[in-house]
């Protein structure tokens, strides 16, 4: 079991915006930096943002991601077809000296 | 161009060791800023992490298969080897290479870049 706790699903039409939540204790979520993932079926996951704010080369900026004490969200603007697959938050735990992924939240379009 | 590939058996025996070899390619495990993090994930589950080992040589495991899993890197090879003993059908997943960085400390990894995996089933 996780100790990251993300919503299992969220769903939204073409064009709105969902946001995802990440919630965690202080030795990591409020302490580490947040990073978020997408993934499809079959494929491997791909790094959408890192240290809670920051895109890649090659993400829209309608991706994005914010920090609130010991919870991390993710907002997507503009819903589109290619959105949709399961996105996981991942941190450090301090106190167990590991890398820890969210649950993972599916996303339909 | 960075990229990573998981090669090893699709199919062990329960209590076998599985070997894993990750082959990097566009980059190299030289210092402490590069590291190569193990990441598995069971079918329909979520991502769970394994080992990760920097490339200063230091190494990290995952408490709960600590006593069960070896992180190893051959530098002239520019590979990395996963290894996990006495292996239960619980094992079964897909098993993924992926290239860890940080920008702001030490234990702020996040990985940019991944390997396509590869499905490893444990069955007699």
């Known amino acids: 079991q996780s100790v990251l706790t993300q919503p299992p699903s969220v769903s939204g039409a073409p064009g709105q915006t969902v946001t995802i939540s990440c919630t965690g204790g202080?030795?990591?979520?409020?302490?580490?930096?947040v990073h978020w993932y997408h993934q499809v079926p079959g494929k491997p996951p791909k790094l959408l943002i890192y240290d809670n704010t920051n895109r890649p080369s090659g993400v829209p900026d309608r991706i994005s991601g914010s920090m609130s004490g010991t919870s991390a969200s993710l907002a997507i603007t503009g819903l589109q077809a290619e959105d949709e697959g399961d996105y996981y938050c991942h941190s450090y735990d301090e106190d167990a000296r590991r890398w820890l992924f969210g649950g993972g939240t599916k996303l339909t379009v | 161009q960075i990229t990573l590939k998981e090669s090893g058996p699709t199919l062990v025996k329960p209590t076998q060791t599985l070997t894993l070899t990750c082959t990097l390619s566009?980059?190299?495990?030289?210092?402490?800023?590069?590291?190569v993090g193990w990441i598995r994930q069971p079918p329909g589950k979520a991502l769970e992490w394994l080992a990760l080992i920097y490339g200063d040589d230091d190494k990290r495991y995952s408490p709960s298969l600590m006593s069960r899993v070896t992180i190893t890197k051959d530098t002239s090879k520019n590979e990395v080897v996963l290894t996990v003993g006495n292996m239960d059908p619980l094992d079964t997943a897909t098993y993924f290479c992926a290239r860890g960085r940080y920008t702001s400390g030490y234990n702020q990894i996040f990985f940019d870049f991944w390997g396509q995996g590869t499905l490893v089933s444990v069955s007699s």
């Open positions: 202080y030795s990591y979520v409020g302490t580490y930096r």
């Open positions: 566009g980059f190299s495990l030289r210092t402490s800023e590069d590291s």
